[in-house]
């Protein structure tokens, strides 16, 4: 418990200097690299076209975090709204 703590503060303090490293391990955490490859079309499209598609722009996070607590239009994936939104724009604006 106590080092799970402390390897979570390690990993915060360590984030804001690598914040697309950051995203990535979001996007492996919360199970999106299962069907997101980041190069390959898996269960779904390749995060590498999914950054073609919105180009970097995610003002269509909440659009799609929607959908993802709906579990329409996108696989249901249950997770906090602050979780689901930092794993779509890291999926929309990581490079
Ligand atoms: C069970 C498989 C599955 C999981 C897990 C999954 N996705 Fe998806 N995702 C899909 C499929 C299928 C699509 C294509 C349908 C669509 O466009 O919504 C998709 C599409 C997307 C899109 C593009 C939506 C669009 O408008 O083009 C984004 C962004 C996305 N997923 C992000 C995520 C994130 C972030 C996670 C983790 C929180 C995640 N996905 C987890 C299957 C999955």
Redesign the pocket.
Known sequence: MKAAAFALLVALAGSSSAALGQGMEL?RS???V???DAERTK???SLKD?RA?YGGDTSRTPQ?VA??KDGK???K?A?PDAE?TA??QA??AAK
């Open positions: 996007l919360k199970g999106c299962g069907c997101h269960v779904g499209p999914i598609k799609i959908r993802m239009g996108h696989p994936i997770a689901l794993a779509v999926a929309i």
